[in-house]
Each structure stands twice: as C-alpha cells, then as structure tokens.
C-alpha cells in the first residue's frame, strides 16, 4: 500500500514568500500523520485541500519554532470547527507544558482529548505509534536541543524524517534502506563551519548520509532562506548520491514498492 507525502513547508527558520517552515503530511491508507508545526501549518493545510479535521495524529520532532509554533493555533482551531475526536500528539519533553500552559493563560480551550506521548530518551529508538495503517518508530539525533528523527513503515514501504541534525553517522541503523529518506539540508558545503556550530547539516553531508545508508530516494528539506534557488545544494548532494531532489511547498510525491513518483492528485 503506497504512502502520500504532502510537504507544506520546506525551509528552515523564518518563513519566506517561497518557503514556509516545517510541515508535512503521510496519507497511508486514510490515516493522516501530520510531522512538524510550524507557524502558520493550518493555513497550508487547507491551501493544499487537506481537511485540517482529518488529521489525527501529530508528532514534533523538536520544539524549536520553526517546527513547534504552528502548534497551539492548529490546536484551537480545531476545536472552534467543532472537533469531539480525539488528537494524539508525540512530541519531546515539555510539548504538553508549553500548550497547556498557552491555552491557560490565554484564556482558549479545547473540549476534544488529546493523547500526549512525551520523548524523553537519548539511546536506541522507541515505538511511539502503532495502528492498522502503520507504526512510527522514533530515535535521538543530533541538535542544539532534544530532537527526535522518525521512521514511518506502513506494509513494506519505509519513510525516514530527520530534521533538524548535525552530521551523525549514528542515524545510520536507524534509516537503512528506506525508500525515501528526508533530511534536513540547511547549508551549503561552503558553510560547513556554521552548519557545524547550529548543528546543521550541509548539502553534501545529507547526500553522505544517504549515500552510507543506501536509501532508495533521498528528499531534502529545511533549505536557509538565503538559497533563493536550490540548485547549488541539488548539485553538491547529487556529488555524493544522485537520487535525490529538493521539497518544495506544496510537493506531494507517492512512495511506491517500485520507487517515488510526483503526484498531482
Ligand atoms: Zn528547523
Ligand atoms: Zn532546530
């Protein structure tokens, strides 16, 4: 059964007229898993005709704005549509506090449960979903706070997410072989130093990395507003593994047993 990925945001930190920041959307088989948050995710759900209502499951790989802050307006809004289903939220330590604490203050409530899975692990991975559709395994990498990449299999299909993270070969096992991979790739190679000190990764090191775990398909993502085209970091990962291609909002590709197309549907 195949996996449908939208992407509704692909750049790192700031939003741009170009790019907004970290958002995605797997269809398997119905079930939508909304990974990351970012400012403004709502209203990409909907220019993308998503129903924001079908979305049932959300995990946050960080809590850093540009994957998180999108969080507590999805959340209200959700409810001022009239949402009674549950949402079940995977997220590291401290999510649960910053959204309760959001809505206390601010005077909003929602009336739905939420089912909360707080990370707080450094070693090996964890099961944080399991349904008919799919499961979701979680692992550390590594970034300037707790961070959590996520591998998605659904049948015999397998989706990795990392972002954000420093060059780590540690990821390694924990990516093998899938049949897309999305990395984060802030940087070009020339900016090796501060991708180093912001622990991010270079072009080059995500194509690396895809390269060592001998993936199907690599998908970059999380591009620095200063790129205004992709196509030096197109270049310098295809330098390391050729299947590759850059995200762009509003991309929806369909992960296949027989490779990753684009998909217009
Ligand atoms: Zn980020
Ligand atoms: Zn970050």
């Known amino acids: 059964m195949n996996i449908y990925l939208t992407v509704m945001g692909s750049g790192a930190a700031s939003p741009t007229g170009k790019r907004h920041c970290s958002a995605q959307v797997l269809n398997i088989r119905g079930f939508k898993l909304l990974i990351d948050c970012a400012e403004g995710t709502q209203d990409r759900i909907r220019q993308h005709h ?146 180093e000190q912001r622990k991010h990764l270079t072009a080059g090191q995500a194509g690396l990395l895809a390269q060592k775990a001998g993936v199907k398909q690599l998908l970059l993502t999380h591009l620095s507003a200063r790129y205004k085209e992709p196509d030096v970091l197109l270049q310098q990962a295809r330098e390391q593994y050729t299947n590759c291609i850059v995200a762009s909002d509003g991309m929806r590709m369909e992960i296949t047993a027989n490779g990753t197309k684009m998909n217009d549907l």
């Open 50 to 195: 998503l129903k924001l209502q079908s979305i049932s499951t959300i995990v946050i790989s960080h809590l850093h704005g540009d994957h998180f802050f999108g969080l507590p307006g999805l959340l209200s809004t959700m409810h001022l549509c009239g949402r009674t289903e549950p949402v079940s939220i995977v997220a590291p330590k401290g999510a649960k506090q910053v959204i309760e604490t959001t809505f206390e203050l601010t005077g909003n409530h929602i009336e739905y449960p939420i089912e909360w899975t707080e990370m707080d692990f450094e070693e090996g991975e964890q099961r944080v979903l399991e349904n008919r559709k799919c499961t979701v395994d979680a692992f550390r990498i590594d970034h300037s706070v707790p961070t959590y990449g996520f591998r998605v299999t659904a049948d015999a299909l397998t989706y990795a997410y990392c972002c954000d993270t420093a060059y780590d070969e540690a990821i390694l096992p924990h990516i093998e072989g899938a049949d897309l991979l999305c990395l984060e790739c802030t940087f070009a190679n020339e900016l090796a130093e501060l991708a």
